[in-house]
């Protein structure tokens, strides 16, 4: 199973919104409603932002949301804050019980 | 509270074994599947594999196939990952990781534990 392919680094300035691809295939991302982001900061265990596409965990601020067409989701922030700033990967179900995470990708906030 | 509290640091030579563990609270163990997640130095996120404590069911990611091996005891609520003869690129942190709401997603990991394999 391969990496999903996310951009290594995306920016924004605060109170922007910026979004985040994470593309699969149709065994992956596309196949399945199991995409979930998660937040990891520098020293700290990742966070999960976004589960099933779209839905938000309890305590998760709702200018998260995520989003799915075709082989490609999406993390989505709005308003964008400085402690948004952090390592971003997306993950995807790719069938016989498998995962696989994105590679990653590096939102600075300007 | 859910919690997983994974075992120290440690520093090992290449050909050595090691079993490390993660101790869980807070929800009923034999029910969740638990994931490991390796994170090499200034890399990325690799889903390694999982175990359901409750029968011992195993998937492994297939580059870590033979690499590793997942247990879990029930009786004290920890689950295990074994590394028969460590090499150098083993050294990474490593996560444990609930995998929760059905098993369809990741919802609490615990803090780590780094491996250093060093001649």
């Known amino acids: 199973q391969s990496a999903l392919t996310q951009p290594a680094s995306v920016s924004g300035s605060p109170g922007q919104s910026i979004t985040i691809s994470c593309t699969g295939s149709s065994s992956d991302v596309g196949g399945y409603n199991l995409v979930s982001w998660y937040q990891q900061k520098p020293g700290k265990a990742p966070k999960l932002m976004i589960f099933?596409?779209?839905e938000r965990p309890s305590g998760v601020s709702d200018r998260f949301s995520g989003s799915k067409s075709g082989n490609t989701a999406s993390l989505t922030i709005s308003g964008l804050q400085a402690e948004d700033e952090a390592d971003y990967y997306c993950?995807?179900?790719?069938?016989?019980?498998?995962?696989?995470f994105g590679g990653g990708t590096k939102l600075t906030v300007l | 509270e859910v919690q997983l509290e994974q075992s120290g640091a440690e520093v090992k030579k290449p050909g050595e074994s090691l079993k490390i563990s993660c101790r869980a609270s807070?929800?009923?163990?034999?029910?969740?599947?638990i994931a490991w997640v390796r994170q090499m130095p200034g890399k990325g996120l690799e889903w390694m594999g999982m175990?359901?404590?409750?029968?011992?069911?195993?998937r492994y990611s297939p580059p870590f196939e033979g690499q590793v091996a997942m247990s879990a005891e029930t009786s004290t609520a920890t689950a295990h990952l074994h590394f028969s003869s460590l090499k150098a690129a083993d050294t990474a942190m490593y996560y444990c990781a609930r995998q929760g709401f059905g098993g369809n997603s990741i919802d609490y990991w615990g803090q780590g534990t780094l491996i250093t394999v060093s001649s």
């Open positions: 993950s995807s179900h790719v069938g016989d019980s498998i995962w696989v």
């Open positions: 807070g929800y009923s163990f034999s029910t969740h599947w």
């Open positions: 175990i359901f404590p409750g029968d011992s069911d195993t």
């Open positions: 099933e596409v779209t």
